[in-house]
């Protein structure tokens, strides 16, 4: 059965290595017409890139790479560790709760992260998601797959939309992990930033019409840097950092500019006598969206823009307090808040651009004179 065409206008993402759901998944949308996808085993496509997985493997040194599993079954497992380790990776951790996966990518950097959805889809959502917006230390970048036995369409659009790497379903052979090995290290995706999404691109045209163009960022491939010996994991962690500094960036814009959309669909709401039934809902988005954006800019440099969301979260709480009879003076105000944050943060932008190159050439300097400077200090 071949689904819907609702999705289809959604993205392509991840890479697919079961054709089971590459068709369906096309039909729908989610798989671009460029988009690397496994061929079946045993076809021509899979030993050519058999050939290829075993250059790679020969050719690069897996020795440093640090790889975290989050809650595989034990048949996974046993493939995983064993590609991996076939692959001359020795630095294999595996946890199986929330907490302890969060100990681990708080508390050092890793270069992959493979979780299984079988064990809780929404955790490992959850995992790539708050890892791909900088709440895990210095992982942002790292390559992730997603592993699942059940891919009907509406669960990889999840899993797609968490930011992963790729997407592999179960069960596979060893073969299917390494090729996903060798593909996020010969050609990982430019990363899109939109206000609720960070991670690989999703989709093979530039934009949908009447939509304007999230930024698309190269960031460090710490997979590539690793096996390759392009970079130190110091020098790793500096490239990671100041990727991020744009990456926030680009966020904080975009969801500047979905704040204003959101303030002026509110207003529509509150148009209406009594309010439509979505005005306390676009209110609630606003009131959280705004308190995300409060957290994104903390030590950044965009005080101001700090401040003027303070204010929005002020008048959410005032319309809150009344929603079928709302203060006009709150409703009055509501866009020219959301229009300063975003001029706010377009003059600040080019202050903290600045002050960044400052830093940084200082840094560069002073590293220079003492060789031996620890590295926290930048």
């Not at 496994?38 to 076809?43: E, L, N, T």
């Not at 508390?107 to 917006?133: H, P």
């Not at 997407?167 to 996020?184: D, G, H, R, Y």
């Not at 669909?265 to 995300?292: C, K, Y």
Request: with cysteine; charged share 25%.
């Amino acid at each position: 059965m071949r689904p819907d065409l609702e999705t289809r206008k959604k993205a392509s993402g991840p890479h697919f290595c079961q054709a089971d759901i590459t068709e369906s998944l096309r039909v729908r949308g989610k798989l671009g017409s460029s988009f690397p996808v496994c061929a079946p085993s045993g076809s021509p496509a899979t030993r050519r890139s058999s050939t290829h997985t075993r250059m790679v493997a020969m050719s690069h040194d897996f020795q440093s790479v640090r790889a975290l599993l989050r809650a595989p079954d034990s048949q996974s497992h046993k493939i995983v560790t064993g590609t991996l380790m076939n692959h001359g990776c020795r630095q294999i951790v595996s946890a199986e709760y929330g907490g302890e996966i969060d100990h681990y990518l708080r508390s050092d950097m890793i270069d992959l992260l493979i979780c299984d959805a079988d064990q809780g889809l929404v955790e490992a959502c959850d995992t790539v998601r708050q890892m791909r917006n900088r709440d895990a230390g210095d992982n942002t970048f790292a390559c992730s797959i997603i592993l699942t036995s059940r891919p009907e369409p509406d669960a990889v659009i999840r899993l797609i939309d968490s930011g992963t790497d790729a997407i592999l379903v179960k069960p596979f052979q060893p073969q299917a992990l390494a090729n996903q090995i060798a593909t996020m290290i010969r050609s990982r995706k430019p990363f899109v930033i939109t206000s609720d999404y960070v991670g690989p691109e999703r989709r093979d045209d530039a934009m949908r019409p009447g939509v304007d163009a999230a930024p698309r960022v190269l960031v460090p491939n710490p997979l590539r840097e690793i096996v390759t010996a392009t970079s130190s994991r110091d020098q790793l962690r500096v490239k990671v950092r100041a990727a991020w500094d744009v990456v926030n960036e680009h966020r904080i814009e975009r969801q500047t500019l979905h704040l204003g959309w959101l303030v002026e669909r509110i207003r529509t709401a509150f148009e209406r006598r009594p309010p439509a039934a979505d005005a306390a809902v676009l209110l609630g988005q606003l009131l959280n969206n705004t308190s995300e954006l409060r957290l994104r800019v903390a030590g950044t440099g965009f005080d101001h823009v700090a401040h003027l969301a303070t204010t929005m979260m002020e008048i959410c709480g005032g319309l809150g307090q009344n929603i079928n009879a709302p203060d006009e003076r709150w409703l009055a105000v509501l866009p020219k808040v959301a229009d300063a944050m975003a001029k706010s943060f377009t003059r600040e932008r080019e202050a903290v651009r600045a002050s960044r190159q400052i830093s940084e050439t200082l840094t560069r300097r002073i590293r220079a004179e003492v060789p031996n400077l620890p590295r926290s200090f930048h």
